[in-house]
């Protein structure tokens, strides 16, 4: 069963905790990504990876970092320097094929601050 | 990178085509444009990509005139189901930095 997982579902923190979300993509994407939707918004990126041991920075990566040891696993950790980390999280693969380059998404982390 | 516009929001009724349509004035020669659907506290869905004239899936058809500075998406016969929020987006295919620009998009709201 192919695709992109993320876990927890729901997570909740309390203020000044750092916390990883997790996401995992069995699909052999080369390029994985996260994003973050707050309500009624489009996606804002945050970080993306293109190759295993390399990141970007995106639009909002401050009080974020990431880790790309393995090509299937891309986790994001939310610091206590994020002032406003409330949010659904969005990971997302790709790979380039035929002059594009398609992404798809895992089903979310709804992340609470408490 | 090339911003969209599309409509905040649409009504429609079961049964019915629903056409939605994006502006991309600043589209790039290697700019494909891509549609994603989302329904709510889920991750998007790819619907469609195409980069000229007509794409069409067991799902949608997209529509691209010769300019490329516009887009319809085309949704036949919809159903309560449809109702979610639709995103036209246009991407740099030939960097494969992959990096595209959400707008808030389309909600549509399909009503029985």
């Known amino acids: 069963d192919g695709g992109i997982t993320q876990s927890p579902k729901y997570l909740f923190r309390k203020e000044g905790q750092n916390v990883t979300l997790s996401c995992e993509q069995n699909?052999?994407?080369?390029?994985m990504y996260w994003y973050r939707q707050d309500p009624g918004q489009g996606l804002r990126l945050i970080y993306y990876s293109q190759i295993v041991n390399d990141f970007q920075k995106g639009d909002i990566a401050e009080g974020y970092s990431v880790s790309r040891e393995k090509k299937e696993s891309f986790p994001l950790t939310v610091t206590s320097a994020q002032k406003n980390p409330t949010a659904f999280y969005l990971c997302a693969s790709s790979i380039y094929d035929r002059g594009t380059d398609t992404q798809y998404f895992g089903p979310g982390t709804r992340l609470t601050v408490l | 990178l090339a911003k969209t516009t599309q409509p905040i929001s649409m009504d429609s009724y079961e049964g019915q085509e629903v056409n939605i349509t994006c502006s991309h004035n600043?589209?790039?020669?290697?700019?494909?444009i891509t549609w994603y659907q989302q329904f709510p506290s889920q991750g998007p869905r790819f619907i469609i990509q195409?980069?000229?004239t007509k794409v069409t899936n067991e799902v949608a058809s997209l529509f691209i005139p010769a300019d490329r500075k516009s887009s319809t998406l085309s949704l036949p016969r919809v159903s309560l189901s449809d109702t979610a929020v639709y995103y036209c987006l246009v991407g740099d295919g030939s960097s494969n930095t992959g990096k595209l620009i959400f707008g808030q998009g389309t909600t549509l709201q399909v009503k029985p």
């Open positions: 699909l052999n994407h080369d390029a």
């Open positions: 195409g980069y000229k």
């Open positions: 600043n589209i790039a020669t290697n700019d494909y």
